[in-house]
């Protein structure tokens, strides 16, 4: 029971180990080493909501002329935990435009920002600015859904279709790579991308912060923490700046997938060595009651061999019997962990047959050194004692 207990809790542990693993390894769409984040907020100033897109690019060209900076670029949102944007949309000539449809608002240079692939069309400029005709850039997911895979680019799409703040149209310019949006697990949901300057709602919803994207030319982004203080400082003084990393923005979205990794990690690692132990313990039990037994049959000629054999494969036989309990049982246990698992089936073969190889390596070590204490018996010793 306790071997059927031990392999279930190892391929548990497998299983949690291999989603972490997966998530962590995951290509993002974008890079997040050497980005640094830097929300901008602006409710301590005297700038009304008209006049923050303009103090917002200011701040922005302000960092981009620090010498240790590569790229910066304002947006409404962040890749993977930032908040999310998503209004309703209508696309010409798509009947049905159901499922949520993210969106984004960004200012020139922030795929260069974040090394996402442009892969048709026009990236942003300083001229898509409020009075010319609205533009906006999509990502392949949104190709794939509303233009069947074709290229969207000239199609018009409306945001908040036959509502009192109806925007629209909207030209698509181009198409963009996929890029995790706010979930590791989730694929890349279709979404749209808008200069931030030509998007008046904004000015309606008084929003009084920004993030602005700063890519370091260095290996560590919080480097720039205080150059970047100063340059936004020379901008507007009572600007409230907060950093972060974008690696550990990410880092954190995987602090479940973390903690239960670890959890499963050591748990299986505990139950792998409850299992050695209590298989050396019956194991050294056996061989100390048939100690006389074994002394006759190395008298009678057993090689050392031979009586390794004997006692190993007593072991194997609890063993085999515990793994076929185990295997069925992780087989049924699987259908409650499927939510929990990325990358993978619950009922991953490569996984079970792992756990059945380490706990077998296990078995095979707690058996095998009171088989060969059984080896090294003096027969003359044992027939004396008897």
Known sequence: MQVALSLVLVVAAGLFVRTFTSLSTRHL???PAQVLIVNVDAHRTTNDAAQRTVLYERARDAVRLLPNVAEAALSLTTPVGSGQFTPPVEIAGVSDTRGPVWGNLTSPGWFATFRTPLIAGRDMTDRDRAGTPRVAIV???FARKFAGGGSPI????????RTARTLGPIEIVAVVQDAV???LRGQ???AFYMPLAQFDYLTELGIRSINLSVRSRTE???LLTKSLTTALASVNPQLALTFRPLVNQVAASLTQERLIALLAGFFGALALLLAGLGLYGVTAYAVASRRTEIGIRMALGAPAARVIRLVVTRTSLLVDTGVLLGAGASLW???FVGA?????EPRDPMTLVGAIALLATVAGLAAWLPARRAARIDPAAVLRES
């Open 139 to 141: 990502n392949e997911a």
């Open 188 to 190: 890349a949901p279709p």
């Open 340 to 344: 929990l698992i990325y990358g993978l």
């Open 181 to 183: 949006y706010a979930s």
């Open 29 to 31: 769409g974008f890079e």
């Open 333 to 335: 246990a699987s259908k």
């Open 220 to 222: 560590s982004p919080m």
């Open 154 to 161: 000239g199609r018009t799409m409306t945001l908040y279709p």
